[in-house]
C-alpha cells in the first residue's frame, strides 16, 4: 500500500498565490500598483489552465487538505473567469 501524501505548506502558498494572481487579472483584485482593477482574459485562462493541469498531473498525490484548495480556488475562478469572458463579448 503506496504511504499517504505528506503535506508541503509551499504548495498551499502557490495555490494561494496563483489563484490571486487569476483574481488579478479577472478584475477582481485591484492592481497593487495603480489601485485599478484590469481584466486579462488571457493571463487569467493561462492561470486557470496551469491550476487544472496541476490538478490533473498531482491526482492522488496530494493530501485532503491540498487537493481541496486547489479544487475550491478552480471552482472560484472558473465562473469568474466565465462571466468576465461573456462580459468581454458584450
Do not use: C
Not at 493530501?63 to 466565465?82: C, F, G, I, M, V
Request: aromatic content about 6%; charged content about 20%; hydrophobic content about 40%.
Amino acid at each position: 500500500m503506496p504511504a499517504a501524501p505528506e503535506a508541503d505548506p509551499r504548495f498551499n502558498e502557490f495555490i494561494i498565490l496563483q489563484a490571486q494572481n487569476a483574481g488579478l487579472f479577472l478584475g477582481q483584485i485591484p492592481n497593487p500598483h495603480s489601485g485599478e482593477k484590469q481584466v486579462n482574459l488571457r493571463a487569467a485562462k493561462s492561470v486557470i489552465d496551469s491550476l487544472e493541469m496541476i490538478a490533473f498531473k498531482t491526482l492522488g498525490n496530494l493530501t485532503s487538505n491540498e487537493e481541496k484548495l486547489l479544487n475550491t480556488a478552480l471552482d472560484n475562478l472558473r465562473p469568474l473567469y466565465q462571466t468576465a469572458l461573456a462580459s468581454a463579448r458584450h
